[in-house]
């Protein structure tokens, strides 16, 4: 079994390799492609050094798939080369999310509904991702209605420029800005760009990302994104209107028994998620859990996930894994 990973040099693409060593997921081949300026250099994965190769270089290699981090830009003038070559990609970008032909995934909610014939498949979002694993079986059961969704993003979401910033600001050096603003000690309501209607599309992107992935356009949502000098993981403040009435202990039961998702949710001894406790873990945490006393059928929580982990890396190589593990691909590696 062959892999590439296309932008293997970059936050997301060592992350993959790192999950791919965790989850014990080893191709026979690894090929790992960055910018032509990184080819041809070595790059380290499970003890052993590979070479960087070049796109053209990976599709003649012929991988069974092709996990893509490298921006839209790269993956809407890729991915379709290496569809046609007979390559599965499982791509991060917000290239193809919304494409209506493509799956978006998260395996824990819909893996269920890919086949060989899908060659491109979607993550979506990050602050998707952790969003939706946790509405995914309160819907099932109580129908959701409408969310309020505040998300409290960390730089690592924006990438390695980001990054920098944060930790240039932080020992008073002067550099590259990736934000119009100053990041560190501070936060602002701005993360993609704005759009006619007031949002940002990040703030889009949850919208019609979670509408896809639940299945369910008349589901009502609004999103604040708020960008905040972490880099642990992204928090999001979400409320929840249901169709129907709920017990609290019921709604703890639900979420403690979903793969997945671990509960923290114990304030008389401060515990709750937080994105420190959540960097570097696969899992999404919520808490907080609680009626919102000022209407009816309505929730609140608090949920937190490492935007590199599940929110990117994660869930594309469980995608993988599901692919392998189900006989999609044509090459059995389940074993």
Not at 306 to 331: C, P, S, W
Request: aromatic fraction near 6%; charge should be negative; include cysteine.
């Amino acid at each position: 079994m062959k892999l590439a990973v296309v932008g293997a040099t970059g936050l997301v693409g060592r992350e993959i390799l790192k999950v791919l060593e965790e989850h014990k997921f080893f191709p026979d081949t690894l090929i790992p492609v960055a910018s032509p300026k990184s080819a041809g250099l070595p790059l380290g994965f499970n003890n052993h050094q590979y070479i960087i190769h070049t796109h053209e270089e990976a599709i003649a290699s012929n991988p069974d798939i092709a996990i893509f981090s490298a921006g839209g830009a790269v993956s809407r003038e890729w991915a379709p080369r290496y569809a046609a070559a007979g390559i599965t990609v499982i791509d991060n970008s917000s290239a193809w999310r919304m494409d209506p032909e493509i799956p978006l995934i998260v395996p824990e909610i819909n893996a269920s509904i890919l086949t060989k014939s899908h060659k491109i498949i979607a993550n979506p979002n990050c602050s998707t991702i952790q969003l939706v694993l946790v509405l995914a079986p309160l819907h099932a059961k109580y129908g959701i209605r409408r969310i309020v969704a505040s998300t409290y993003q960390s730089v690592t979401g924006t990438g390695a420029r980001a990054v920098r910033q944060l930790e240039n600001e932080r020992q008073g050096i002067s550099g590259e800005m990736a934000y119009p603003h100053q990041i560190d000690q501070n936060l602002f309501p701005h993360g993609g760009d704005f759009l006619e209607n007031g949002y940002t599309s990040e703030e889009m992107k949850l919208v019609h990302e979670t509408h896809k992935i639940l299945d369910d356009p008349s589901i009502r949502i609004t999103a604040t994104i708020v960008r905040v000098p972490v880099l642990g993981g992204h928090s999001e403040a979400v409320n929840l209107e249901f169709n129907h009435d709920f017990e609290l202990v019921d709604i703890v039961d639900l979420l403690t028994n979903t793969p997945g998702i671990i509960v923290r949710d114990d304030i008389r001894n401060n515990i709750y998620p937080m994105p420190i406790d959540a960097k570097g873990k696969d899992e999404v945490f919520v808490g907080r859990i609680r009626r919102d006393e000022s209407q009816p059928d309505s929730l609140n929580l608090f949920i937190v996930a490492d935007n590199l982990r599940k929110g990117a890396a994660t869930n594309a190589v469980q995608i993988a894994e599901y692919l392998a593990t189900n006989q999609l691909l044509g090459v059995d590696i389940s074993q």
